[in-house]
């Protein structure tokens, strides 16, 4: 869905003796799901010091759903096995497929953190461990925002099956792709 907004441009001349152009309004159409939105995501998704830290962070990005879904996966006891164990983890990169029709977004990313092998010491840990991760972000256009509505992991294989429906548009290319059959 797309909305149209309008935002007022401040003076923009050197000129102040002309007040018709101090309050000129231009429309803006949205543009969509975008690059920057999705990767501002990431960073702060993937960026913390441990289990938790940056659920502060994350709550502006996401739906209220979402935002209880996190902190409930990390309240499991596989999660809370690991807190203080895996820390110090930041995002380093990644390559972004997003499907403007379906406002989804395939994220192949990598980031590093630090394994500890004893709470609070650094002796024997493994320092800048580097890690991938591919999700698939489902995003809902939210009073103007696009807002994390699902994160799921996701898994790149090839096979005959194609869908056709989705499109995605690379980051690094900017060319929509779609899925062909490779025999």
Known sequence: ????????????????????????????????????????????????????ENDNRIEPLVTDAMYNQIISDEKLPVNQAYKGYVIDQVYDSSEIYINQKDLTALCVVSYKNTQLTKLNSKDGAVIDQSNK????????????????????AATLTTSDTVNRSNSYTSSSSEVSTTSTTVK
Do not use: C, H, W
């Not at 991760?133 to 799921?152: D, H």
């Open 1 to 52: 869905m797309s909305s149209i907004g309008g935002f007022t441009v401040g003076n923009l001349s050197k000129d102040n003796k002309n007040p018709s152009t101090k309050n000129a309004k231009v429309e803006k159409k949205d543009s969509g799901l975008t690059l920057k939105t999705v990767d501002k995501f990431l960073l702060t998704y993937y960026t913390k010091k441990d289990l938790g």
């Open 133 to 152: 991760a591919t999700v698939r972000l489902t995003f809902i256009n939210q009073g103007g925002k696009y807002l994390i509505n699902n994160i799921e």
